[in-house]
């Protein structure tokens, strides 16, 4: 990605600094040629195939524009205005021509063909001199035993789909701080951030003309070609190549719009009225309290704290949050030049309380640490971090017929409990992550080091199927070590180093399926010995 930057600094007025900076860069992907050959047995109510072939160009672009401008300006010794502006602009827009042919089976050719042992329906009408679809299955009524055995649900023999996408987004952000120095010990800050966002986007990412047969949905520019063939076909449905967006409706003998009969058997379709994917601009109203606040009770103590609290008046997404609050605060603790102790708190809370989403969220953390290092003979260091994680948001799931637990309808669509559902999809983890190490010269030609880290962590989430597996939702992980150095002369001197890795993976005590299989345990120590030696 070629980037053009420029960036300044100045102090044009007594009191007043400036700085800023400017970028654009520009790529562009491009893919000839794209091919994928499925070879395969897929059997269910609306696919019986026996292979799948993609290909087709592609290609996309991305420009990105950066800028932003700071200036400082003191007001008296102690107090000053702070301002940030930012400006964030990128685009990517693609395209994409997808044609794809699905491979049908034929009937057995030899006593015992079943499944993926079925031949494929084997013909090209774009290859000279390769087999033609008459010549495996001609008409008229389509049944010959090499004919490709079709369903009244099967899919299209040919697909074909334009897809132009587009996805893009501009920020422009402008923060205002008042700072002071109230005392020697003691300094603030209070602000406002306002940022206007807006993302554009068509609204549609991919699929083709036989993923939405089903739904209603087709994409603009598609087309496909239905193939007769198959035993159970008849006249009044072309013998199945009348099927899917070209299925006769009922009460009538015609065939719908954008369908036409072909003099070899066939039935082409063409989206009549190809949907509008115009560019759809989506603004979003950022608007952020900042307060923030430095002390210095004595020379040794050091706390810093900073808070946020926000709103924006539009979601993206199901996560995207509404209100957010962030609290974060670390203090350093120095009684002495060799001893360091330090903590942390950093809480952050998102939500979205809007009707039929409820979405919740939180990230946590607790940290504590000390160094000890009283002379260049001994270096200690322990510390501890607790994090807790949360996510919940309602959401809409397929039946999937695992017996999973009943859910009412799904209530963004008109769907049942039988196929729709509604649930409350929640995530859930909690991390204890413990260290310590100490470093030891005993004699001046000999340094030991020992040390030890462990994670410690339980989580849970939503199962809608009992196969799933529960990942690293828990497990534990401890590293210890061991080093000894030792300087067998000037330049020259020896190591030995020891690690264990030691990994538990924990399944949660709800999971529903595969509980006769145990937890994973992976573990593993190494030992190196090594010389080095500088001149």
């Known amino acids: ?78 107090i000053r205005i702070v301002e940030l502006i930012h400006y964030d602009n990128w685009r990517n827009p693609g395209l994409s021509d997808l044609q794809s042919a699905t491979l049908f089976a034929t009937q057995p050719q030899v006593p015992g063909q079943i499944g993926i042992q079925l031949p494929q329906a084997q013909f090209s009408p774009f290859v000279p001199g390769a087999p033609s679809f008459t010549s495996i299955c001609p008409g008229p009524n389509y049944k010959a035993v090499t004919c490709p055995q079709h369903t009244t649900a099967a899919l299209p023999d040919f697909t074909r789909t334009v897809i132009p996408t587009y996805l893009g987004q501009k920020t422009l952000s ?64 072309y013998f199945f190549a009348a099927r899917g967006k070209c299925a006769i409706p009922s009460g009538t003998t015609a065939l719908p719009a954008g ?37 210095r009770p004595i020379d040794s103590l050091r706390i810093n704290a900073d808070f946020q609290f926000g709103f924006n008046n539009r979601a993206y997404t199901q996560i995207f949050p509404r209100q957010f609050q962030s609290y974060k605060v670390h203090t350093t603790y120095k009684p002495n030049r060799w001893a360091t102790i330090d903590g942390a708190i950093d ?50 799931v397929r039946d999937t017929g695992f017996g999973i637990a009943p859910y009412g309808p ?71 070590f061991m080093a000894l150095t030792i300087n067998l002369y000037k330049g020259l001197s020896y190591k030995t180093t020891w690690n264990y890795y030691g990994y538990n993976l924990k399944t949660p005590v709800n999971m529903p399926g595969l509980q006769p299989i145990g937890s994973e345990d992976f573990n593993g120590s190494n030992a190196t010995f090594a010389a080095r030696y500088s001149f």
């Open 259 to 295: 369908c036409t009969f072909n003099t070899d058997g066939t039935i082409s379709y063409v989206n009549p009225a190809p949907d509008s994917h115009n560019r759809v601009d989506l603004p979003i109203a950022e608007h952020v309290g900042l307060a923030g606040l430095t002390l």
């Open 347 to 396: 809480i952050h809370e998102n939500r979205d309380n809007a009707t039929n989403i409820n979405a919740l969220e939180h990230g946590r953390t607790y940290s504590f640490g000390t160094t000890l290092a009283p002379n260049s003979n001994f270096a200690f260091s322990v510390g501890y971090n607790y994090t807790d994680l949360y996510m919940q948001s309602q959401i809409c």
């Open 410 to 480: 799904c209530p963004f669509f008109s769907g049942t409990t039988a196929i729709t559902l509604g649930a409350m999809s929640f995530y859930s983890n909690k991390q204890h992550y413990a260290y310590a190490d100490v470093m030891w010269t005993p004699v001046k030609r000999i340094t030991a080091s020992l040390g030890y880290s462990g994670t410690f962590t339980g989580g849970d989430t939503l199962f809608l199927n009992p196969r799933i597996l529960g990942g690293t939702l828990a497990f534990n992980y401890q590293k210890p």
């Open 1 to 78: 990605m070629p980037t053009e930057r420029f960036s300044f600094q100045s102090r044009p007025i007594k009191n007043l600094e400036m700085s800023g900076s400017a970028s654009y860069s520009t790529s562009h992907n491009v893919l000839n040629t794209f091919n994928e050959n499925i070879n395969e047995w897929t059997a269910s109510a609306t696919v019986k195939t026996r292979g799948i072939l993609n290909s087709g160009p592609a290609e996309s672009k991305m420009v990105a524009v950066h800028a932003n401008w700071s200036a400082v300006y003191a007001l008296t010794g102690k």
């Open 174 to 237: 402008n923060t205002i701080q008042l700072q002071a120095d109230i005392t020697k010990r003691i300094s603030g800050r209070i602000g406002y951030m306002y940022e206007d966002r807006v993302i554009t986007d068509t609204g549609y990412f991919g699929g083709s003309v036989d993923y939405y047969e089903t739904t209603g949905h087709i994409p603009p520019y598609a087309s496909a070609i239905y193939y007769p063939g198959g035993t159970g076909g008849t006249a009044q449905n």
